[in-house]
Structures are given as structure tokens and as C-alpha cells.
């Protein structure tokens, strides 16, 4: 059984810090795209970051120069640092997994349950 289990998330004020991590089992990544999005509430979530198992990275325009996505094969886990954060980044953030890019969008096979990113005016 996958599961991805996020941690990391919190309350900052704006212009503050914050790093996810999650930790995978049931499955190994270094051989899959791994990546974050994040909903906010009444809308479909939406990506974040993504990197790619030759460690390629993507990111939504909004979070770029502030967001980095990173993995570490060897713990199996994946990690969003996430600097000058706004506002508006907050939401509840998932981990992603297993991730198939079609047609300009990426697919996931497998969610984390989440974790609330809240960032104070």
C-alpha cells in the first residue's frame, strides 16, 4: 500500500519560510516524477512544483524565484522549500506521486492527505 505523508505545514507571517517534506512508502521514487500542489478551499487543486526522476523541475509562474522542489532518492522523500511566502499561497498542500505528463498537464497516481499552509498578512 503507497502512502505519502506530508509534514512541514504551519502558520507564518508573510515574508517567512516554510519547508514540506514527504515521506514515501510502499513505493520507491527515484524512479518517478514527484511533485506538490494545493487547493484552496472550493477549488480544484492545482501544481505547484513537480521534478522529474532526472530531477528537472517545474513550477507554476506564481511560485517561481520563491518555491524550490527537491528530492532525496535515498529517503525516499520529497521536499517544497518555500520562501517570500504571500497570502495567497495559502491553502492545503498535497504530495504528489507517480506523476504522468499529458497534454500539458501532469496526472498523478498517488496523493498525501495534506497539510494546511497558512501565511498571515
Known amino acids: 500500500q503507497v502512502q505519502l505523508v506530508e509534514s512541514g505545514g504551519g502558520l507564518v507571517q508573510a515574508g517567512g519560510s516554510l519547508r514540506l517534506s514527504c515521506a514515501a512508502s510502499?513505493?520507491?521514487?527515484?524512479?518517478?516524477?514527484m511533485g506538490w500542489c494545493r487547493q484552496y478551499p472550493g477549488k480544484p487543486r492545482e501544481l505547484v512544483a513537480a521534478?522529474?526522476?532526472?530531477?528537472?523541475?517545474d513550477y507554476v509562474d506564481s511560485v517561481k524565484g520563491r518555491f524550490t522542489i527537491s528530492r532525496d532518492n535515498a529517503k525516499n522523500t520529497v521536499s517544497l522549500q518555500m520562501n517570500n511566502l504571500k497570502p495567497e499561497d495559502t491553502a492545503e498542500y498535497y504530495c504528489?506521486?507517480?506523476?504522468?505528463?499529458?497534454?500539458?498537464?501532469?496526472?498523478?497516481?498517488?496523493w498525501g492527505r495534506g497539510t494546511q499552509v497558512t501565511v498571515s498578512s
Open positions: 521534478i522529474t526522476a532526472g530531477g528537472s523541475a
Open positions: 504528489t506521486a507517480d506523476g504522468t505528463f499529458y497534454d500539458g498537464t501532469y496526472y498523478w497516481a498517488y
Open positions: 510502499g513505493i520507491f521514487l527515484k524512479d518517478k516524477t
